[in-house]
């Protein structure tokens, strides 16, 4: 699962942010990997595993394999945003299309490797060559005998993005280093840096810090000899976002013995930064009573992730190099062919027989029912809200102190009240403009912590959308059959051996097979790869391990099982004849006449089980009673005269035979 990716339209970024079928401006992100290649950074850990010496990675090493799993994933899933990798600390320098000896001596040991754009799939695979070609890394990755200025590291990026993201609404720079004290003997280079990173921030680029420490060499990151001065607590695109900040990110160790650890640890890192928290309803009215108003915003915390296709190509006759294709729909007139404009077009709808049109304006005061608004109009119990009532993902808001000053304040005693008393708020919901209201319910969420440190759910407010009674459907009449004390207890014991690790799921570890595989396909064709055969799929269960944890109590369980039912059956088995089997005889059945769909009779000029003539279907026409007749004879009748297979629904089998008769008279 991802984060929202949708938010108002802002005036400031016109130009890079695209309108979606909602309504909402679709965030482009930017994002720049900064990593670390000093000496220490390029350091292998001690200690190796025997078995795949070749598997220990650097640091450095292990941050550039997570840059390429990023451009992987993004490449697919976000095609419109831009990455990039600069390397500092290197002996070579070179930056944007400069070749180490003219554009990039301005940033000494500044090594632009991948620069800020829509990565292609020649970027994966130089990038995927360069992490597994250790001959080719060792020539790029020589760490400079100088350290590298951190305010030339930083200004550099800010080069980059306002030369290629000057308007994209989210700027980001990962940092990936274990040097947590540059510059010690210089005050004046720290001070510098602090400026080149205040800059960054009010360009509006967020700097997110991914430190590494060295157990094995007894060194520990410390944020407070530098990185305070120059990581700052809030996002600069939306100050508001309940995200968690960077100082939550835990150290990565480099002390694993095949680098394993390490590239998970950044990885994990990296993917909770991938997606950024955008406000999908912005500045929302939250009314708790008469007279009192607070703002809020409304975020999608998790989204299911889905296929999407994000453009049509064709291949030209004359060539063989796909394009793009523009498309483009005109209006026709089915009796002239001409041309129809929008302004000639109105909606109607049917009514009474009646057809009833609408212009645009007018169904847009028809579909008003107000300005967007979250109304309190009760509160309950949360006891009171059953477990089925939920439509659609549910909505986390959290306070906006741009519209009303106080909101946090307001809004913090609401939550806490709420949580404690273990109520629930009853409001009427409007999200946006013509948008239909709904009735939700308004439940407060604590906060939730990975065993890790990292939070995982922010603490506020849930918007969880109640179904009104149409929505509603009773459950079929089953008749069911309680079990006994016994059995309920043994599979208890069943339930209890097949309990999660901390009894906790973690959707993380399970990912989408499907959707893994439709993007693996993918990667392959583009990169050039070898299609695999198979998908990895993490959710199938691991029956061996199920087997000899459970497997002797689902035995028992089901001796259990069996032996209630035969004693249920010989209780309730009175009245009811045993064949010589033990088999139960059915009941008999309905009389004929009680059936719900009647044939034609072969009295009134049917052909009996071969099913209706003509004659009678004609009959049945003449008085309008073709519904009482069988699909099956309905597909049968308009195979035989040559009017396609039919088929279709019912009541298109209907409107082509009312057709074929109507034809027919005409006719004659």
């Known amino acids: 699962m991802a984060d929202s990716d949708y938010r108002k339209p802002d005036e400031d970024d016109e130009e890079d ?26 350091t292998r850990p001690t200690e190796v595993d025997p078995k ?45 299309d400069g070749d180490g000896t003219g554009p990039g001596l301005q940033y000494p040991h500044c090594y632009l490797l991948t620069d800020l754009d829509v990565p292609a799939a020649v970027d994966v695979k130089n990038l995927r060559n360069l992490v597994e070609d250790e001959e080719e890394s060792k020539e790029l990755l020589q760490a400079s005998e100088t350290e590298v200025s951190m305010a030339n590291v930083l200004f550099c990026a800010n080069q980059i993005f306002t030369t290629k993201a000057p308007n994209f609404s989210s700027r980001r720079l990962f940092l990936v280093t274990d040097n947590d004290y540059p510059h010690a003997s210089s005050r004046d280079a720290r001070n510098s840096a602090a400026v080149r990173a205040k800059d960054l921030y009010d360009l509006g680029v967020t700097i997110e810090l991914f ?8 060194h520990t990151f410390d944020r407070s000899k530098f990185y305070n001065d120059i990581i700052y607590s809030n996002t600069p695109a939306d100050p508001d976002a309940p995200a968690p900040l960077t100082a939550d990110i835990k150290p990565a160790s480099s002390t694993a013995k095949d680098g394993i650890s390490l590239l998970q640890s950044l990885l994990t890192s990296v993917n909770s930064r991938a997606a950024p928290r955008r406000a999908l309803v912005s500045n929302l009215p939250f009314e708790i009573g008469p007279g009192l108003k607070i703002s809020v915003r409304a975020y999608i ?50 009514f009474g027989g009646e057809t009833i049109s609408f212009s645009q304006e007018e169904l847009s005061k028809i579909k008003n029912y107000g300005d967007p608004v979250l109304r309190i109009i009760g509160f309950k119990p949360q006891s009171m809200l059953p477990v089925w009532a939920n439509l659609k993902p549910a909505t986390f808001i959290y306070p906006s102190e741009e519209e009303y000053i106080g ?18 708020g009853l409001a009427w919901f409007i999200p946006r403009r013509n948008a239909a209201p709904v009735l939700a319910a308004i439940l407060p969420g604590a906060e939730r912590i990975h065993p890790d440190g990292a939070q995982s759910v922010p603490a506020g407010l849930w918007i969880k959308p109640l179904a ?42 399970y990912p989408n097979p499907s ?28 029956y061996r391990q199920i087997d000899k944890r459970a497997g002797p ?107 074929y008769f109507e034809t027919k008279m005409d006719i004659g």
């Open 52 to 96: 795949k010496p070749d598997t220990a990675l650097s640091p450095t090493v292990a941050a550039l394999k997570c840059a390429y799993a990023l451009m992987q994933q993004r490449i697919i899933s976000n095609p419109s945003d831009m990455m990039g990798i600069l390397l500092f600390g290197t002996e070579k320098s070179r930056f944007q």
């Open 407 to 424: 909101s946090t304040r307001v809004f913090s005693a609401l939550y806490q009240k709420l949580l404690s008393s273990k109520k629930m």
């Open 17 to 42: 942010d695209e309108i979606d079928e909602t309504g909402y401006k679709t965030i482009k992100d930017a994002v720049l990997f900064a990593i670390d290649a000093s000496a220490s950074m390029l």
């Open 301 to 350: 915390i998790l989204k299911r992730q889905e296929p999407k296709r994000t453009s049509y190509i064709y291949l030209p006759p004359d060539s063989e190099k796909a394009q793009i294709a523009v498309h483009s729909s005109t209006l026709m007139a089915d009796d002239t062919a001409r041309t129809v404009e929008k302004v000639e077009v109105r909606k109607a709808f049917k």
């Open 211 to 218: 430190p590494i420490s060295h157990p094995d060499r007894g």
């Open 515 to 542: 959707l893994q595989w439709f993007y693996r396909i993918l990667q392959a064709l583009a990169l050039e790869e070898d299609v695999p055969e198979k998908a990895v799929d993490l959710t199938l269960p691991k």
């Open 468 to 509: 009104f009674a149409d929505d509603i459907r009773q459950p079929p009449d089953v008749h069911h059959i309680p079990a006994p004390d016994e059995v309920v207890d043994s599979m208890r014991t069943v339930i209890q051996q097949l309990q999660l690790p901390r009894g906790v799921y973690d959707p993380i570890k």
């Open 553 to 659: 109590y689902v035995v028992e369980w089901g001796e259990k099982l069996d032996a209630a039912f035969l004693a249920w059956k010989q209780q309730n088995s009175a009245g009811q004849k045993v064949t010589s089997t033990g088999a139960t005889k059915r009941a008999a059945k309905a009389p004929a006449s009680q059936a719900a769909g009647k044939k034609i009779k072969a009295e009134d000029g049917g052909d009996g089980d071969d099913g209706p003539s003509e004659a009678d279907f004609r009959s049945a026409y003449e008085k309008d009673a073709l519904k009482k007749l069988t699909v099956k004879d309905l597909k049968t009748f308009l195979h035989g005269k040559g009017l396609g297979k039919g088929v279709g629904k019912k009541d298109d089998l209907v409107d082509a035979v009312t057709r």
